[in-house]
């Protein structure tokens, strides 16, 4: 994983405990990842180019 996108990658936000999740990085797909440390919910987003 590589984190070359931390610059325009937002905080997301865990929706079961509201806590703001940490970036884990991102895959070569373009998918940056979340997790939430005290809930363990891991959450995807679509950062690459369309």
């Not at 998918?31 to 180019?49: I, K, N, T």
């Amino acid at each position: 994983m590589s984190s070359d996108h931390t610059n325009t990658i937002h905080s997301e936000w865990c929706p079961d405990c509201g806590s703001e999740m940490a970036f884990t990085g991102t895959q070569p797909a373009g998918l940056a990842q979340f997790f939430c440390e005290q809930c363990r919910y891991r959450r995807d987003r679509f950062v690459g180019d369309d």
